[in-house]
T-cell receptor, first 109, second 111 residues
Framework: AQRVTQPEKLLSVFKGAPVELKCNYS??????LFWYVQYSRQRLQLLLR??SRESIKGFTADLNKGETSFHLKKPFAQEEDSAMYYC???????????FGSGTQLTVLP | DVKVTQSSRYLVKRTGEKVFLECVQD?????MFWYRQDPGLGLRLIYF???????EKGDIPEGYSVSREKKERFSLILESASTNQTSMYLC??????????FGSGTRLTVV
């Protein structure tokens, strides 16, 4: 069985501070990991995927297979980063994604 | 840009009614999905489809069914709506090996 855990339901940081949203997963094989973001009144959209190894809007995430983690990081948070963030996993040849419970990030002025 | 369109943004239905939620995508994606989104629970997969007339149960299929008669359209059916099916319903589509494109969601209230 596969599982995604986001331990923080709510996270608040001040503008300009570093931010880290935690994601841990449980899967026996080699997973594909994603971060999705939902801004207020907008649809859920892909932020980044681990195999792309890219930085989007200043966010990065590294897959750590030893710790089974895929934490999302940004060195200097901006107010426009305030949103709901979901970590998701696709296992093996599966078509479907398994999502975590989400973290609501608030960046304070 | 891929578009995934959900026909209703808000719906209010009575307990026991049969409810149809419609989703259409315009990019010839083979995979389509229905999730429900609840605070504190995240997104939970109800059903998905990988081809016309093909469907697979997700994690919470009880009380729901689906229909995919055409590649671009995937319908979620609540056979007899109940108050615990009050939720935000999200449709998504994807090609084989990529992430999803989501619709804007349907907020269903069952009274």
């Amino acid at each position: 069985a596969q599982r995604v855990t986001q331990p923080e339901k709510l996270l608040s940081v001040f503008k300009g501070a570093p931010v880290e949203l935690k994601c841990n997963y449980s899967y026996s094989g080699s997973p594909e990991l994603f971060w999705y973001v939902q801004y207020s009144r907008q649809r859920l959209q892909l932020l980044l995927r681990h195999i792309s190894r890219e930085s989007i809007k200043g966010f990065t995430a590294d897959l750590n297979k030893g710790e089974t983690s895929f934490h999302l990081k940004k060195p200097f948070a901006q107010e426009e980063d305030s949103a709901m963030y979901y970590c998701a996993l696709r296992g093996g040849s599966a078509r479907q994604l398994t999502f975590g419970s989400g973290t609501q990030l608030t960046v304070l002025p | 840009d891929v578009k995934v369109t959900q026909s209703s943004r808000y719906l209010v239905k009575r307990t026991g009614e049969k409810v149809f939620l419609e989703c259409v995508q315009d990019m010839d994606h083979e995979n389509m999905f229905w999730y429900r989104q609840d605070p504190g629970l995240g997104l939970r997969l109800i059903y998905f489809s990988y081809d016309v007339k093909m469907k697979e149960k997700g994690d919470i299929p009880e009380g729901y069914s689906v229909s995919r008669e055409k590649k671009e359209r995937f319908s979620l059916i609540l056979e007899s709506a109940s108050t615990n099916q009050t939720s935000m319903y999200l449709c998504a589509s994807s090609p084989s090996a990529y992430g999803y494109t989501f619709g804007s969601g349907t907020r269903l209230t069952v009274v």
